[in-house]
Every structure is written in C-alpha cells, then in structure tokens.
C-alpha cells in the first residue's frame, strides 16, 4: 500500500478533482463535530442555567428570611 | 423469565448512568477509525479507472447514507416501542435521533452533489434515488418540527412516533431505487449475498468508515439523548443533584460512579 500522490501539492489538487473531494470531506467534518459539540454543551448549559435559577431563588429566599426576622441578621 | 432489564430500559436514569461509561470508548472508536479511514481513503486507496479521484468521496458519501437510512429505523422502531409499551425513554431517544438523521442525509445529499457534477456533469438529477433520500431529509424535518409544534411532550411524542412510522414506507423505496428505476445513480457495490463489485483496496476503508459512521452515530444518539434527558427530568431529585454539584456528570449516591 503507497501513497498515490508524489507530492503533497498534487494531493491537495487530486488530477482537477480536489476542489470535489476536499468542499465533500469539509463540510462532512464540520457536520460531525456539530453533532458532538451542539448537545454536550447544550447539556453543560442547561445545567449551568439551571444552577443559576437555584442559586437565584435560594437567595431571594434567604433575603425574605433575614427580612422576616432582623434581630438575627446581625 | 426475568424482564427487569426491559423495564430498566424504559428508566431514564438508568440510561444517563450506564451510558456516561461509554462515551470515552465511543470518543476513541469513532476518532481513530473516521480518521484512519479518511486517510487511507483519500491518499492510499488506488485512483478509479473511470472516474479518477472524485471516487473518493464514496468513503463519507456510503457510510453517511447507510446511517441516514439506519438512523431512520432507529427513531421509527424506539417511536413504536414507546406508543406500544408507554416507556418514557424510548420516545426520548426518537426525538434524539431526528437531527442526527437530518443532518446525516444532509451529509449524504451534498457529498452525492459534489460527486456527480465530475462524474455525470450535473450537481442534482430529479432521479428515484435523490428524490427519495430528498424526502428522507422532509421526513426527519417534519419530525422536529412536528415535536416542537405541540406543547405538551406527551402528544408532542406521539404525533412524532406516527410520523416516523407512517415515513418508513419511504425507507425500503430508497433501497430498491437503483434497482427499480433507470438511474444515474451507480447500484450497490457492496452485497451481501454475491460477490461484490468493489475492489479489496478500495472496499477495506470503506468498511473502516462504514463502522467509524455507526461508532460515531451511536455516541452522537447517546449525547443528543442524554441533553433531551436532562431537560425531561429536570424535575427529578437525581437532576436536581446533578444541577446542585454544577456538573453533567452523574455521581451515584454511596460513591459508586
């Protein structure tokens, strides 16, 4: 098994054929690795948003408490 | 006979803890075999006596077609399985399979265009084979839109499920496309009953990325699956841990991961 190509310019040209084959295998690679990235940081952002709803209502809760009874407020 | 595995399937929880075992063994065998695959495709395998080098592109145009037409017995048959037996997660990993099917038929209709304009002169003939992988691409299409269309997930699944399983039809026309119809379209290369017509250098990577494609297409599935997972189940105790700790990762209580 050898290399078909005897340099790498003329790999990239493919005998007229590259501008084919590479916009084929380009677009294919980006298509894939939004497949992998768009619902893994989908997943991260979700729970990343999630914990900032709770963090949010956790202190609006704390707020209404110190509120309720200042004496332990400090 | 003992059925809890088959019960166990239908458990979302269950699912999101086993599978984050296997998404790294996943990673690692679709990276190496896609691009072991590629690059014995595009620079070792031997030139096309006929059509020079544009051949080059069957090594992501077959395997993203095969999966494309996979993909869609995948979402039609968990569709069927979550409207017969009511099991939450199956519907999920329907819903989960509608773009990846989508955007792999994308895949399989642009690399076929960028063949056939060296190769027949033309970018899209209105052939049985094209205009049916066309309407593969409407069905995954109306499959998404048709579970963002309602508000409530359970009718919003359903209505998917009917879809996908009304859409099969189209799935075995694809198949026989070349064989039924005059076509510019080339018939399979690869049988499995008689010898095929592809020579072994050019048929062992192709077969390097047919596997990487469906390594790739289960830990794509697993991940979209895993997302629409965490969205579900939002209200869940298990969830709401997991979005205390700020992690997507599942710790199992006691320590076990």
Redesign the interface.
């Known amino acids: 098994m050898n290399f078909q190509f005897s340099s790498f310019a003329e790999f990239i040209e493919m005998a007229g054929h590259g501008p084919f084959v590479w916009a084929a295998y380009v677009v294919t690679l980006v298509t894939l690795i939004a497949l992998i990235v768009l619902p893994s940081r989908g997943a991260s952002r979700f729970i990343a948003q999630e914990k900032k709803r709770l963090d949010v209502a956790e202190r609006r809760a704390r707020a209404a408490a110190t509120v309720a009874t200042p004496e332990t407020s400090g | 006979m003992n059925w809890q595995w088959f019960h166990r399937l239908g458990s979302p929880r269950w699912f999101y803890q086993k599978t984050q075992a296997w998404l790294p063994w996943l990673a690692i065998a679709s990276v190496v075999l ?1 691009v072991t695959g ?1 690059i014995w495709g ?6 096309d006596a006929k059509q ?3 051949y ?2 069957i090594f ?2 077959v395997p ?1 077609a095969v999966l494309a037409l996979v993909g869609y017995y995948v979402m039609a048959i968990s569709g069927a399985i979550g409207l017969i037996w009511r099991m939450k997660l199956p519907f999920v990993v329907m819903r ?1 399979a509608a ?2 099917g989508a ?2 038929t ?2 399989a209709l ?2 076929g265009a ?2 056939g ?2 190769t027949w002169g033309t970018y899209w003939v209105w052939d049985a084979r094209i205009t049916s992988m066309l309407l593969l691409l409407l069905l995954y299409i109306g499959v998404i839109a048709l579970g963002q269309a309602f508000l409530q997930e359970r009718t919003a699944d359903k209505a998917c499920a009917i879809l996908a399983l009304v859409g099969t039809v189209n799935i075995p026309i694809i198949y026989k496309s070349v064989d039924w119809w005059n076509s510019l379209h080339q018939p399979a290369t690869i049988k499995l009953t008689e010898s095929s017509s592809i020579h072994p ?1 050019m048929f062992y990577p192709l077969l390097v990325m047919v596997v990487g494609f469906y390594c ?1 297409y289960a ?2 599935l697993i ?2 699956t ?2 629409q997972i ?2 579900r189940e ?1 209200k869940t105790r298990w969830v ?1 841990q ?3 700790s ?3 990762r599942l710790v199992e209580e006691g320590g076990k991961a």
């Not at chain 2, 595009?42 to 030139?47: D, R, S, T």
């Open positions: 896609l590629a595009l620079g070792f395998a031997p030139q020079g080098n544009s080059r592109i992501i145009h993203a989960a773009p990846i955007a792999l994308f895949v642009f690399t960028v063949w304009k060296p250098s790739f830990w794509s991940l979209h895993r997302q965490l969205v939002r709401q997991m979005v205390a700020g992690s997507t």
